[in-house]
């Protein structure tokens, strides 16, 4: 599947970064090999590009990943948010403790 129109015409890091970018989050599973082939550059290049998006997201404080070694390609992972914080359960805690009736 070939997204955004690229195949065929060189496009500058910044226009590859944004086209990964965008099918990353819409749940694609991208193969270095394809990426190199669409793009007309190097895996090298691909495995920089990812890089960039890593630090790109370190910096902004999202936890995030783009690798997943079982699918052998590259997919955006956030991982799993606890439903509550810590002062959250304290107080269901104390709600549940509270209506117990003895």
Known sequence: ???????????GKSERLLQ???RLVSGDVL???ELAQQFHVTERSIQRD???LRCFFAEQGLRQDIFDKQERGYRLEQ????LL???EILAVCKILLESRSM
């Open 1 to 11: 599947i070939i997204h955004g129109g690229s195949y065929g015409r060189h496009i």
């Open 20 to 22: 990964i970018y965008s």
């Open 31 to 33: 193969p270095k090999k």
């Open 50 to 52: 990812m890089e960039s």
């Open 79 to 82: 991982p799993a948010l606890p």
């Open 85 to 87: 914080n810590n002062s």
